[in-house]
């Protein structure tokens, strides 16, 4: 932490600053100059809260060193994370194909769309069964009918599946039932869902918030693994923006800003990211070429009647003409095909 | 709902484009330009889901034209909200200056504050019991002894009290205790949490969401009015922007949108809007002179020791010349401090 | 300037970083911690820049501590600016009501306004000769006879004339004509025009651009006042964000940001800040309340017939009436209408 | 243009708006609903102005059908625009790499650096010679002496060079030294300087600037083509967030949304998208993967040195590496490096 006292500070205020410090237990720094003055701390061991500085006589700006987070974070852990699901892997030389329907609207519907995801190279099967949605009047999903149509779909396409959780009833269920617990943007600070979630020992995806800064995922991140689970997948899925040509705006910035930051592997979601389908190819290969190490997309065989998204979501040609042009473009990068 | 067709459509296109707004029961009117068609919808007695059309062939936009809220809305509803919570009115005619603490802290300083605000002036009492915080190691409140605290603060002020719930579980809590039930801004689109709160028989105020929409954020209020809890409070607490000399920015402008499309009272928090201490006071000031039907403010006799939020906390004396202030512009605006 | 190493650096990165500062002739500051090093730097009198540290091996950021403005910033003049333009003051303990047509469109209309204006009880008239148009199809403005028209209103109504200048050349005709120069929006960082600018002996308004920050504007009021030009205006139009229920989001905590940081008057547009006619009387009334120094606000008679941003224009009886609210609300605060 | 009506508007005010539609030489088409009406507009040929209708009586909302720019759109030409500058072709089928210092900062840096990058296989030379900085502080640039520098560099290397032009004075030299003038963020609403631009004969880089909507970059685009130059590339280079990770946010959705609205060629800046050097490469490879049409790097072979954007300049080493991989990641994407 670094403090910065406002323009001339008295001595008394420098004094108080200083004597806050050292009865925490810290190491105060003087920094003086010509009209301001800073005092550095040393000697914690985990990030300190600026508020309790800021208030003090005389501080203009308290500025964190130590990063807010941990566990989440390259400071105590370099290496990248990795870990397997069915025969997926999240972390490095591994590039994951999530795909499948939006959401989980019949039996007939999920096999159709999994066996066709499976055919062309998917490597993790996606479908919702509880879906937030921004209306009370729309559809919100099969629940524990859609879960149980998604783990047959499993059985038959041996691929892992992957679906979201909204609170701790659907939690509880989702568990039961799926490969990868998906958390999503509007949960991404739901702190009782992330404590829950952290007990838990099956892989989390952990979409990033629509305004969230890279720190706040990192924290909310941390507060999953300080539970005690470590298998997080990141998943940028684009933030609000001020152009509406676009749903959300994906942050391929940001990608590289918490891969940088962190260890844990990082997902990309074309659909929603753009939420227009002549996007989601392009936008999956940028990513593939950019480092992120999985993608999930919507695949709908027939968007027109999809009951949610419909317009995001590709069509299963579509989906395996990207497959297999990112299998052209993975070599080059070192990377293979999950 | 008005659908715009992709340039120069062909006329299977635009068929199949009425043959499914017929199908669906409601009414399609053609409306042909020089290379542009359009279809406008009539009919229909709720907001139609653009999805339902965007994915057919040919279409290029869908333009909605009833809004996606009823209840929410002005549509249904033309004259003001106005409820009464102890003596203050939410509604028009009236003010209502809600204070205290950010968070209860023990029972002396919750006390202390308490009658510092009411002798100042303050119709409600807030305190926050459960505290939702960025990071999993900062404090996250005292929980039910903090409920009980703030009881007894109502008890001897005879101020009604808000405070917040985060989940299923501390909602019970606050439900039993507190006068108004706080949303906060991580949980505007908690779509579980909004079902169970439309279910109860207290005022809600529900916080904006860090970049919601103002329809996003009517939205939400639809999810609680739709359980049948009409009394919502809407509570405008900053949006997450560029810029980093505020915590947030503050959106005046959309109290007057929401003021506009919606009955519901609106309260501005200029505390967690701005997150600077200076800024509180012109800033509740002119959420008054704005229209707005609440302010809700933190103080704090004692900021440098704040548990949480200190720099955004203003003292007991500036809080009482603020509400003296507040009380001179009031009359000039048709407004009475309740 | 602080600068943060990299964790656990080496001793030939921090001597490197040290060197280079002692070579520059400042003051290197070690500040060592566990895993962390940081290195303060003094005996600067300006500004450093974060460049000439971080491309430096070992070094992981850089923190300004002097602001990288000066005329413009409190630390070397702590008392506000103030100076007339007519009757009008911009400066503490007064507040000026700047009001007219968006766009001079003739004679017969511009006299109309101002007219009407005047007897409401504005102290500057504001119109645009010069327009700047996000489409090149649109009315750009009358030019120089728009100049000359705003002067004949102004002679025939007493009252200072404030006008866009949007180039070199529209700049000497508005220096000849105008009493107050505005600079747009989309011109704060048009770095030759503020150099031009700062070197005229008229004041300046200058806007915030779209998404500036308050720093950079606060460079750009620097621009012009390095030339030799410190009679700066501030005006806060709105800044860009996601919602479209506004035309842009008013930034009223910008407003006491920039006023903390800068001893320069703050005017607010309310007009273009907002877009639409039914804001621009309460934005107008929590502008005074929350401390800035004036409003411009568009009036136009006729608002149908407007040839540019009608829909934001208040009709001269709104005006009026706005007016008498304001003369009510500007005692309690100190405030005189200039 | 489709107009909304206010809930249940009388007779009249509908009345009102179709006459004005018929005043105008248009054709109304009224859409009459339960409680709302809305009202198309057929027989213009170009985008009317939403203004026009606003203010009438009972207007609530007109929404634009046709789009506001016509040159720069696909609905005149529907083929994209390729053309080339020296041996690089802005089009479809090629991948074009520029490459160079942020600024020229003498001869000896500025042929060292593009000897190395012409080396490496870039196709065309940046550099600047006239800096937009956000300090009147900050270096400024070398001005003439620059762009000389610039004209060396390109006989000895044999590649065209692209420089930016700040203002009418600056423009008139960029004019005579460089083959492709580029415009800057902060210029891409100085309309005055479009206007000079659009008479020209040589190709224009306009970079989007820093929150410009993709509709207004296009206006911003269709002002060059209106004055007869059509030889423009748009260029994204990170626009304004809430996020400090990265310098601006890449919007690559928005380069997809740019290109399916638009037959211009689109460039991606990831030096002054990212502004972190580690972020370059990356963001490149993600450029070329996604379908845009160039890159435009910083190369500096001493960034500690560099008088400008240090930090965002990558090696003449990485480079190198870099225009291998995107050699290699071509062919899949049927592209050819130019």
Known sequence: MLILMKSNPSKEQVDGVVAKITQLGYKPHLIPGEHDVAVGITGNETALDPETFIALDGVKECIPVTKPYKLAGRAFKKTDTSFQVGNATFGPGSFVVIAGPCAVE?????????????????AVLRGGAYKPRSSPYAFRGMGVDGLKILKLASKETGLPVITEALDPESLEKVYEYADIIQLGT????????????????KPVM??????????????AAEYIMSGGNTKVILCERGVRSFDTNTRNMVDLGGVLAVRNLSHLPVCVDPSHGTGKRFMVTPMSRAALALGANAV?????????EALCDGPQAILPDEFAELVKTLRQLAPPLGLKLA
Chains 1, 2, 3, 4 share one sequence.
Do not use: Y
Not at 107 to 122: H, P
Not at 188 to 195: A, K
Not at 206 to 219: D, F, N, P, Y
């Open 106 to 122: 019949s039996e007939e519907q999920t096999l159709r769309i999994a066996r066709a995801v499976k055919a062309a190279g998917a």
């Open 186 to 201: 509007r949960n991404m600070q739901n702190f009782s869902l992330l404590d829950l979630v952290g007990k838990l020992d």
């Open 206 to 219: 952990l979409k990033r918030g629509m305004s969230a800064t890279i720190e706040e995922w990192l924290q």
């Open 296 to 304: 999930m997309i919507d695949v709908h065989d027939r968007p027109a």
